[in-house]
């Protein structure tokens, strides 16, 4: 049990398909991260929100619109997508965006685009 | 650019074999350190961290890694491995004070029984 999850497990869509990715995490921490995380490739991280704001984004194409309601969720809602996008999906939490605190990891989204 | 390079990318070892894999980062500032682990089918998690005082740290199931600054090393090391040791392996760095954690390519180890 990690307690970040993370639905669905498993994606496949096709280039035109709009869906999201959903991340939940009940440690009671004030940040989420979205990391991209593609074959002999080092982790990205893609979004970060602290306290429910964007606080980075890390030049993430617009096909890949996040969306944090309040700490404890986070979506990625996905829409065009190319076959390159293809990866797993991780999200994270922290106790707080600062460097102190480690990050805690749900098992990711395994996304195929066809 | 900050970077973490991870030495080898696949590491195959005999049971009760020495580990050491290597973690060279770029950032001109001070640092705080992480490995993290995926065993197979499991998610990433914490297996050990530095933020100050004594270099070598000690995590769990025995494993511990050695910061050396001037090198911008942070090396992982266990005296003896197991079978259940067989995973991915995560070098990350955050600069203090910020929260972008740069993570390396990752190490995949397999332990022979």
């Known amino acids: 049990e990690t307690g970040v999850t993370q639905t669905p497990r498993h994606l496949v869509m096709g280039m035109t398909n709009k869906k999201s990715l959903k991340c939940e995490q009940h440690?009671?921490?004030?940040?989420m991260y979205w990391y991209k995380q593609s074959a002999k490739k080092p982790l990205e991280l893609m979004f970060v929100?602290?306290?429910?704001?964007?606080?980075e984004n890390n030049s993430v194409p617009s096909r890949f619109s996040p969306e944090c309601p309040n700490s404890s969720h986070l979506f990625l809602h996905l829409h065009t997508l190319q076959p390159e996008d293809s990866a797993l999906y991780l999200c994270?939490?922290?106790?707080?965006?600062?460097?102190?605190?480690?990050?805690?990891f749900g098992n990711g989204t395994r996304l195929t685009v066809t | 650019a900050q970077s973490v390079s991870q030495h080898n990318h696949h590491v195959i070892l005999s049971e009760a074999a020495s580990l050491e894999l290597g973690c060279n980062y770029s950032?001109?500032?001070?640092?705080?350190l992480f490995w993290y682990v995926q065993y197979p089918g499991q998610h990433l998690q914490l297996l050990l961290k530095y933020f100050s005082g004594d270099p070598l740290v000690k995590g769990i199931k025995g494993f511990e890694a050695e910061f050396i600054k001037s090198k911008f090393s942070f090396n992982l090391r266990k005296p003896s491995v197991q079978w259940s040791d067989t995973a991915e392996y995560f070098c990350?760095?955050?600069?203090?004070?910020?929260?972008?954690?740069?993570f390396g390519a990752g190490t995949r180890l397999f332990v022979k029984a």
């Open positions: 929100y602290n306290f429910k704001e964007q606080t």
């Open positions: 990350a760095v955050t600069p203090t004070g910020g929260f972008k954690t740069i």
């Open positions: 950032y001109g500032g001070t640092v705080n």
């Open positions: 440690l009671g921490h004030n940040a």
């Open positions: 994270a939490s922290s106790q707080e965006t600062d460097d102190n605190s480690p990050l805690h």
